[in-house]
């Protein structure tokens, strides 16, 4: 169960960035003791995977923050970000963390059936994200667009880091992400209709 908690974390926090999960993954790898990603995605704590997705997360960064680039950023994104979910669940929830000592029981199916709810899990939030977008930079002309995006970035590192510290934390985090997307789901669901109704009776 924490197994995939982090694992669905690591995607959820790729749908928003695609490079976060990736280079958090790498770095505590790297540096911390008690996470050890398996042989085959150690591969993401080699200087050239850090250097490379570092450089793609500031990209990343600072292009989801300028009006107009930002929606044609999201659209290229919708094969990275997917991409890169899959890779951080199948990474995150087959590493040795702190709160994981022996994930093996959790890949008991075939190898790849966690990639695949990765990438599945990154698309519905990259969906939502980009959907959001659109909407917000045409009531507000662009520029919610920072705003945005840097809310989106720390939900981002939030959920990528807890899942790999804390997984309760990230546990909450997604769950109160999931009330947040019915929410505003749910009020402009509501505004068009309201709107609707105006225009029938005018």
């Known amino acids: 169960m924490i197994e995939f908690i982090i694992g669905t974390s690591l995607a959820a926090s790729a749908g928003l960035n695609a490079w976060m999960p990736l280079f958090l993954l790498g770095l505590a790898d790297r540096f911390l003791p ?7 995605w150690s591969w993401l ?3 050239l995977a850090l250097w490379i997705v570092g450089a793609l997360l500031l990209f990343e960064i600072v292009a989801d923050k300028i009006p107009a680039l930002d929606s044609v950023n999201d659209v290229v994104q919708s094969i990275l970000r997917p991409a890169s979910g ?6 995150g ?9 022996d994930p093996a029981s959790f890949f008991s199916t075939n190898a790849w059936v966690p990639v695949v709810i990765g990438i599945a899990i990154a698309l519905v939030v990259h969906i939502t994200k980009a959907t959001a977008r659109v909407a917000a930079n045409a009531t507000t ?3 919610a667009a920072p705003v945005l995006s840097t809310v989106e970035d ?3 590192f939030l959920l990528a880091a ?8 990230a546990a909450l985090l997604l769950v109160g992400f999931v009330v947040l997307v019915v929410v505003v789901v749910r009020r ?13 009776h005018t």
């Open 188 to 200: 402009r669901s509501s505004r068009r209709r309201a709107a609707a109704q105006a225009r029938v």
């Open 93 to 101: 929830a087959s590493a040795q963390t702190v709160a994981v000592d």
């Open 86 to 91: 899959g890779i951080a669940f199948g990474a």
């Open 162 to 169: 807890a899942a790999i510290v804390i997984p309760v934390v």
């Open 45 to 47: 704590s080699s200087d």
């Open 34 to 40: 008690a996470v050890q990603l398996p042989g085959g």
């Open 141 to 143: 002309a662009g520029l």
């Open 154 to 156: 720390g939900a981002s």
